[in-house]
């Protein structure tokens, strides 16, 4: 461009003028020297021109100036000139300016708004960029040029993707693109990449754009500030990982499932390769031993890991297989002095402890791993394992926050695993009990095949209160039970092993199903009044109300079925032809409401019948439908295998989620009755004769069925209980035997009083009869009937030699 100069004394008078100036403003010499430079001026341009223009200008009088001034032209028009202000010392003493100045109407619109802006520029935080309409460089500030590591000579003329290839350029391109062609500004546009400056390390950066105009809307490029945000960046990401870990990590008490949320949660927010290791000892619910030295490595079990690379190819440990580190490893270190150990930079030509660990050699070298982190889980004082986190090819090295981060994370999901530990703890010993609370074996019989399946809930719910027995009773009959009480935990299985011993107890006394449950309803209410009275709070209550139970009792000599429930779902029935129902069975209340009766039914089952019992979990486990698992039920049933335990295992296989939130038993019985060969019935007359009948009639039976050496004490069993029967009670009378696992006397009379054993003195004439019979025989009882009551007693079919 071209320049013209003047000069002006310390008055602002013109003394010096140039041809240029002459030619520029119209104005020659003659008409110009000797005259102050405000006659030139035209109205200010802006608040920086002074209106006068007079030298000294604000500011230091050694200092130059940079001016915009409106100028009028000889033909009356106004010039824009940009001018420069620059003291000279002359040999008179006084100080004059030497002004050059250019036609900032015909120069390009950056070189003559260049001097005027640079000083501010350069001094702003941000770093600042111009560009013109072809999105190349026409000027960045110095804090630019610092925070990228290209200076503007490098830059001049050039696009930003040929300058910093590494830094999104693209991306960055196309936002000022459309800056350009909208003219609408782009605000704190966020991108990555690696600069010059630090071309190791990912950086941040937050952007805005701006379009440039003239005074006439002519676009002249683009300008854009931008500042690190780095720092801020990662801090945001620390804070949000943080915050989401809280909800993503621990949402069960399970071991695996919390140790993969673990992996998954750092993969890849904070590495590209994470893994969870546990001491064998947590799995099972106890505290692990001080880790001391090499011996406590193959303790560790892997739990679970992740990686950005699909199938994690890094991986040396299997899941579930022992995880062992050398002595001198990282992982090691973080165990025996449980603090967290970052190696910034992995070396596999260093002679470092990979030496001692081809395998994890092998990986870091194949894979690129270069920085690692071990923390050790660690909550409430005692170090559950470790989680060892890696980077690999492009990610930057750990540093010091990044091993802050991990262990505050790690933390977290070490609480939660110790939570899991000791929920682990308790749920074995609830299972430990429950287990030493149910059945240990089945009674044996011939007149009932049984198969049992009793599956605890493996879910959130816990070791529930479910239970099933099969109860021997007199007269070759046997009890089948199910129940369940409400609630989960050791509360449940205890509550429940009182009320398996407490139906042991009433089955045992010969009660009818709805008297039984009837009498069970009643100590369950005492249960809860004791509760009361203590004042617990509800938990240990709702052990107790709410409790079902199914009783059953089969009469093989019969083929009867005596049911009662308590508001249990009623059994199956499915026939040999296949064919699945239910019985309309009355379903009272649950127990410990104590309002309404029970009520029993009686139904005959055929021969070979399979009868169902189950508890509720069957059926209602994670909110499944009712009328669809029922239905489902049927269809399981019918299609179902002779063979007891294979329809236990279809049923359970066709029935039950995994995991199940809810206890389950089932319990299957096929029953058959009794031969009639096996059952010998005498009606008798109330006549003191008709006991050497019956005496008769017994050993005659007996010796039918190969029983001679029975012969004599059944005689003497028969004896005491017929004449009992007919000295105390009333009509009818009946002697009934059979021979099943044992030799069974039954003696019927109409009668409602209950014989008592008695110690007769010596001088009694009587009262020996029922002290002979318990002395003779297993044992005996008394069970009544709806017309009086039976008067049993049970044999061994081989003698006992102690008996006499």
């Not at 809860?528 to 009783?551: F, I, K, M, R, S």
Request: proline share 7%.
């Amino acid at each position: 461009m071209p320049t013209v100069t003047a000069v002006l004394d310390e008055r602002g008078t013109v003394v010096g003028w140039s041809k240029a100036a002459a030619a520029l403003t119209g104005w020659d010499a003659a008409e110009i020297l000797g005259r102050s430079v405000s006659a030139l001026a035209a109205s200010p341009v802006n608040r920086f021109t002074p209106y006068d223009a007079r030298p000294p200008w604000p500011g230091s009088p050694d200092q130059d100036h940079d001016l915009v001034v409106r100028i009028r032209h000889r033909d009356g028009g106004v010039l824009l000139l940009g001018v420069r202000a620059t003291p000279l010392a002359h040999a008179s003493g006084d100080r004059n300016w030497h002004l050059s100045a250019i036609d900032l109407g015909h120069a390009s619109w950056w070189d003559a708004s260049h001097a005027v802006l640079r000083r501010f520029l350069d001094r702003s935080p941000y770093g600042i960029a111009v560009l013109d309409t072809e999105l190349r460089y026409v000027w960045v500030n110095e804090t630019l040029e610092r925070m990228a590591g290209v200076p503007l000579a490098d830059r001049i003329g050039r696009r930003m993707h040929e300058v910093l290839p590494g830094l999104s350029p693209f991306a960055v391109e196309r936002q000022m693109r459309t800056v350009l062609s909208t003219g609408v500004p782009v605000l704190d546009f966020e991108y990555q990449g690696t600069v010059p400056a630090d071309p190791t390390r990912r950086h941040a950066f937050s952007t805005s754009f701006l379009r440039l105009d003239d005074d006439e809307g002519r676009v002249m490029g683009v300008c854009y500030m931008g500042v690190d945000i780095t720092e801020r960046r990662r801090t945001r990401e620390r804070l949000t990982l943080l915050t989401e870990s809280g909800a993503r990590i621990g949402t069960t008490l399970d071991f695996v499932t919390t140790a993969r949320e673990l992996a998954a949660t750092a993969v890849p927010d904070l590495a590209d390769f994470a893994a969870v290791d546990l001491f064998d000892e947590v799995l099972d619910g106890q505290e692990p031993t001080t880790v001391t030295g090499r011996s406590g490595w193959p303790r560790l079990r892997r739990m679970a890991y992740h990686s950005v690379r699909p199938g994690s190819p890094e991986v040396v440990a299997a899941l579930g297989r022992p995880a062992r580190y050398t002595d001198m490893s990282p992982m090691a270190r973080c165990l025996r002095d449980g603090v967290p150990v970052l190696e910034a930079r992995l070396g596999v030509d260093d002679k470092g402890w990979l030496a001692d660990d081809p395998d994890r050699r092998a990986a870091v070298a194949a894979w690129g791993l270069h920085s690692l982190i071990a923390v050790p889980l660690r909550a409430r004082g005692t170090v559950l394992g470790l989680v060892v986190l890696m980077r690999s090819r492009t990610s930057d090295p750990f540093e010091t926050d990044d091993l802050a981060l991990a262990e505050e994370l790690v933390s977290r999901a070490a609480i939660c695993l110790d939570n899991a530990r000791r929920y682990t703890r308790e749920h074995n010993t609830a299972l430990a009990l429950q287990h030493s609370m149910l059945p240990q074996a089945l009674p044996a019989t011939s007149t009932l095949e049984i198969a049992h399946r009793y599956i605890p809930a493996t879910g959130r719910g816990g070791v529930g209160g479910d239970w099933f027995d099969v109860i021997p009773l007199s007269g070759a009959r046997v009890a089948l039970v199910v129940g369940d009480v409400t609630g989960h935990g050791i509360t449940s299985a205890a509550t429940m092993g009182r009320l398996r011993t407490a139906v042991r107890t009433l089955a045992d006394i010969d009660l009818p199903p709805d008297e039984l449950l009837a009498r069970l309803d009643d100590l369950v209410l005492s249960l809860v009044d004791e509760q009361v009275a203590l004042q617990h709070d509800e938990g240990p209550l709702c052990a107790e109300l709410g409790t079902t139970c199914l009783y059953a009792v089969y009469d093989p000599a019969t083929r009867e079925c005596t049911v009662a429930s308590a508001g249990h779902p009623p059994p199956a029935v499915v026939t040999t032809d296949g064919k699945v129902t239910y019985p309309e069975l009355p379903t009272g209340p649950p127990l410990g409401i104590g309002t309404l009766p029970f009520e029993a039914i009686t139904m005959q089952l055929p021969e070979d019948a399979l009868l169902v019992l189950f508890t509720d979990g069957l059926l209602l486990d994670d909110g499944r439908d009712l009328t669809a698992s029922t239905d489902r039920l049927l269809a399981v049933l019918a299609a179902a295998p002779t063979n007891l335990e294979a329809a236990c295992d279809d049923v359970v296989a066709a029935m039950l989620p995994t995991p199940q939130n809810d206890d389950v038993a089932v319990l299957m019985a096929r029953p058959h009755g009794l031969d009639p060969d096996r059952i010998a019935t005498w009606d008798l007359l109330r006549d003191p004769a008709v006991v050497a009948d019956a005496r008769a009639m017994a050993a005659d039976t007996l010796r039918t069925w190969g029983l001679d050496d029975l012969v004599f004490t059944t005689e003497l069993v028969v004896s005491e209980l017929v004449t009992n029967a007919v000295r105390y009670a009333c009509d009818p009378v009946r002697l009934r035997l059979i021979r099943q696992a044992t030799l069974i006397c039954e003696v019927w009379d109409g009668g409602s009083t209950s014989p008592r054993l008695k110690h007769a003195r010596v001088t009694d004439e009587g009262g020996r009869g029922l002290y002979m019979v318990a002395r003779l025989t297993r044992r005996w009882g008394t069970r009544y009937t709806p017309d009086g009551k039976v008067i049993w007693a049970e044999q061994s079919l081989e003698p006992d030699p102690d008996t006499f």
